[in-house]
């Protein structure tokens, strides 16, 4: 599995955005949602200075990503499995509403809380909002 990592997949969004072949075929986006891990993820976090530290598991894969503030983590661990699992930039964007990575509400607060140092979340698949 090529790895790519989170800041490399975010410049291939800004490149894709500017330069790229909008076309999305349904069949195509199915067969990547699908290839997404549909349960069993889980975000081990640790908080180092100003950053929240994960390794991720998923799919039987393990990586890692990190980000300042809560929203940012969350993102971030998005972003890490859309390019683990080498999902094209322009169907990321597609599965961002069908196809989200959302803490239940407990953990999310665990994560904006700087009094606690580490924890574990396993993840459930939700829709998320999408902006225009």
Known sequence: MTVV????????LVKESIFGDQEIIWEVLV????????????V??????EFIVGEITAGGHTFYTQGRSAQEFVEM????IYASYEIPIKYAKQLGGNYRLMPPEVEFEKLNNAA???????FDRSPAIVSA
Do not use: E
């Open 5 to 12: 990592s989170p800041i490399q997949h975010r410049w291939n």
């Open 31 to 42: 067969c990547y949602r699908d290839k997404l891990p549909s349960h069993n993820v889980q």
């Open 44 to 49: 081990s976090w640790t908080r180092d200075g």
């Open 77 to 80: 661990i998005n972003d890490a």
């Open 116 to 122: 606690v140092k580490k924890s574990t979340i396993r």
